[in-house]
T-cell receptor, first 114, second 119 residues
């Protein structure tokens, strides 16, 4: 079946502008995760959704970052007033609900803030 | 706090050589899961394996094998007879349960090991 998809694949924006990144999880997966990967580094957890709820927002770097999920499906990560340090690859993953389920990742959105 | 260490930043081997990627983890949880992911140049993370903390049996899948040793908190990954297509960044990750319902888990990643396999 279809995997996790993300759009856009690449985004170039100017400092101070808002951006929206989209994630479509695998159908039937109730858990959805957002991670950030800076150049040459590992993945950094940002937020996760169980259904449409986000029980843990502790990974969001600042209040400029927000995320929502609707219909237990699509999720949008919004970065307001982008800064150059926001430049990174933003990866989305989904999994079935239970604790031990494996997370399957999308191809990511490469964000460059000029 | 959980931590995953991949001390090898970059490894270069010649095709057909065996190579082992090291992973050492820290956790206070008694129940946890360990993962390896492959990230080829295309960027997409590809799931390779998941092991739970109660199962220390080594696993082999084709040219890949994994050695989980709880006593040393290590989960090493060996590629036998490496091929050029194995060139990628490999990440080791550790799961941490989130919330009280047991739903979902947060992955803590190591910084990755860049493997280059040359002809």
């Amino acid at each position: 079946g279809a995997g996790v998809s993300q759009s856009p694949s690449n985004k170039v924006t100017e400092k101070g502008k808002d951006v929206e990144l989209r994630c479509d999880p695998i159908s039937g997966h109730t858990a959805l995760y957002w991670y950030r990967q800076r150049l040459g580094q590992g993945l950094e957890f940002l937020i996760y959704f169980q259904g449409n709820s986000a029980p843990d927002k502790s990974g969001l770097p600042s209040d400029r970052f927000s995320a929502e999920r609707t219909g237990e499906s699509v999720s949008t990560l919004t970065i307001q007033r982008t800064q150059q340090e926001d430049s990174a690859v933003y990866l989305c993953a989904s999994s079935l609900e239970v604790f031990e389920e494996t997370q399957y990742f999308g191809p990511g959105t490469r964000l460059l803030v000029l | 706090a959980q931590k995953v260490t991949q001390a090898q930043t970059e490894i270069s081997v010649v095709e057909k050589e065996d190579v082992t990627l090291d992973c050492v983890y820290e956790t206070r949880d008694t129940t946890y899961y360990l993962f390896w992911y492959k990230q080829p140049p295309s960027g997409e993370l590809v799931f390779l394996i998941r092991r739970n903390s109660f199962d220390e049996q080594n696993e082999i899948s084709g040219r890949y094998s994994w050695n989980f040793q709880k006593s040393t908190s290590s989960f090493n990954f060996t590629i036998t007879a490496s091929q050029v297509v194995d060139s990628a960044v490999y990440f080791c990750a550790l799961s941490e349960a989130l919330g009280f319902t047991g739903g979902g888990n947060k992955l803590t990643f190591g910084t990755g090991t860049q493997l280059k396999v040359e002809l």
